[in-house]
């Protein structure tokens, strides 16, 4: 390769390797660094198409009850235990019929194309093992299943999921079932 061909490639390779870094950049930005679950601009974009797709999916808000007191008393690594494993239950839970996201801090969000909840409370409810421990963790749920909404949008859903979950905070306590429909 000549000396001008050389010149007039490294700004192509220059550029092509700052791009490289900025789609991983993007595509980390879009992801959880510790649950591996999408961050609510992934999982948005996501879910809008997923629910064009299965307009009789559920929409669930989920938030760790007592999630200040579990840090204060057993550790901020025991909280980050907890905020894992309920990210690896919401997901196995979902299987290939929907996908989870985390929206930050002890909020989580799912969109799953079956409408029932069979077991979720269950699962997100168990206990813990950390350190030779066992943690309580306790999972408010909010649900919305799209085919009850006069128009079938995502801010929709959130927002119905959302008041239903506090809803049922309110007249149940933050322990029990917590699952609720809206």
Same mark, same amino acid.
């Given at each position: !390769?000549?000396?001008?061909?050389?010149?007039?490639?490294?700004?192509?390779?220059?550029?092509?390797?700052?791009?490289?870094?900025?789609?991983?950049?993007?595509?980390?930005?879009?992801?959880?660094?510790?649950?591996?679950?999408?961050?609510?601009?992934?999982?948005?974009?996501?879910?809008?198409?997923?629910?064009?797709?299965?307009?009789?999916?559920?929409?669930? /808000?989920?938030?760790?009850?007592?999630?200040?007191?579990?840090?204060?008393?057993?550790?901020?690594?025991?909280?980050?235990?907890?905020?894992?494993?309920?990210?690896?239950?919401?997901?196995?839970?979902?299987?290939?019929?929907?996908?989870?996201?985390?929206?930050?801090?002890?909020?989580?969000?799912?969109?799953?194309?079956?409408?029932?909840?069979?077991? /979720?409370?269950?699962?997100?409810?168990?206990?813990? !093992?950390?350190?030779?421990?066992?943690?309580?963790?306790?999972?408010?749920?909010?649900?919305?299943?799209?085919?009850?909404?006069?128009?079938?949008?995502?801010?929709?859903?959130?927002?119905?999921?959302?008041?239903? !979950?506090?809803?049922?905070?309110?007249?149940?306590?933050?322990?029990?079932?917590?699952?609720?429909?809206?």
């Amino acid at each position: !390769m000549d000396t001008q061909s050389l010149a007039l490639s490294l700004p192509l390779v220059g550029w092509a390797a700052h791009s490289a870094l900025l789609t991983h950049r993007l595509a980390a930005a879009r992801r959880d660094p510790l649950t591996g679950l999408h961050t609510r601009a992934g999982w948005t974009t996501r879910a809008e198409r997923f629910i064009r797709r299965h307009r009789d999916s559920v929409v669930l /808000l989920l938030d760790l009850d007592d999630f200040k007191t579990l840090n204060d008393t057993h550790g901020h690594a025991a909280g980050d235990a907890a905020l894992t494993a309920t990210a690896d239950r919401l997901t196995a839970w979902c299987d290939r019929y929907g996908f989870a996201g985390r929206l930050g801090g002890d909020e989580f969000v799912a969109v799953h194309r079956h409408p029932h909840l069979n077991g /979720l409370t269950a699962i997100l409810n168990a206990p813990l !093992m950390y350190e030779g421990h066992w943690l309580p963790v306790s999972v408010s749920v909010g649900s919305c299943h799209l085919a009850d909404l006069p128009h079938r949008s995502l801010s929709e859903a959130l927002a119905a999921a959302d008041a239903a !979950m506090y809803e049922h905070k309110g007249t149940t306590g933050r322990r029990g079932p917590r699952t609720t429909t809206h």
